[in-house]
């Protein structure tokens, strides 16, 4: 109890949490958020952001750390995808209810054919989307030839990215650490305004 207390407690300090985590606990941070419907609100990006920073300033190895939470974030996707897949077979098999109509499954499983490899690689950079997108993947039987190879593109540039943008700010503006804050916030941003762009369009686009 006591360490759970601590990593919420931690939760509210990317930092400290990053510090505190180490490897282990940042592989396992990314895993919970990219496999674990309950991981939609741990701090990927600003959290790969920040190792990326503290690797700049010779906490962590660089060269260890980008394979280590490539693989954690690979295999979160694959396990979304093979809990959406066990889940979405007993969808199929239930009969219409008022909160729950077969044909909605049927439409998401016609989407994710036709947009589904994009709504992957994408999901990644997306706070919420990257945590579910796996799991409607699997609910809409998407193929998992497919699904592997972009969960692969996806986390390929979503994890060295994040990270090595942390490592590039951290080795070239000096005392960065000391405005880490700032940093957070930016990124925090620019990872919530994809979703935002997309309400405000689906907003204006029913005015119309």
């Known amino acids: 109890m006591d360490f759970i207390s601590e990593f919420f407690h931690k939760l509210l300090n990317i930092k400290e949490l990053v510090t505190w985590a180490g490897y282990p606990g940042l592989a396992m941070i990314i895993f919970s958020e990219t496999g674990l419907l309950v991981g939609f609100f741990l701090p990927g990006d600003s959290l790969l952001v920040t190792a990326g920073l503290f690797a700049a300033a010779g906490y962590f190895d ?7 939470l490539l693989a954690a974030a690979i295999i979160g996707n694959a396990t979304g995808y093979a809990i959406g897949r066990k889940s979405g077979q007993a969808l199929y098999s239930r009969e ?12 998401t499983k016609e989407f994710y054919d036709k947009y589904g490899a994009f709504t992957i690689v994408i999901a990644q950079f997306m706070p919420f989307a990257r945590t ?8 809409a039987e998407m ?7 972009f969960n692969i ?3 390929v540039l979503w994890i060295p990215g994040m990270l090595l943008i942390g490592y590039f700010l951290g080795s070239t503006i000096p005392n960065i650490d000391k405005n880490i804050h700032y ?5 925090i941003f620019v990872s919530l305004l994809p979703g935002i762009l997309k309400y405000l369009q689906v907003r204006y686009g029913k005015k119309q």
């Open 62 to 68: 660089i060269t260890l750390l980008i394979p280590l």
């Open 96 to 107: 219409d209810s008022r909160f729950f109509k077969k044909q909605h499954l049927i439409n």
């Open 132 to 139: 579910f997108a796996p799991v409607v993947a699997g609910i």
């Open 143 to 149: 193929k998992y030839t497919k699904f592997a190879s």
């Open 153 to 155: 593109i996806g986390a």
């Open 183 to 187: 940093v957070i916030i930016a990124v």
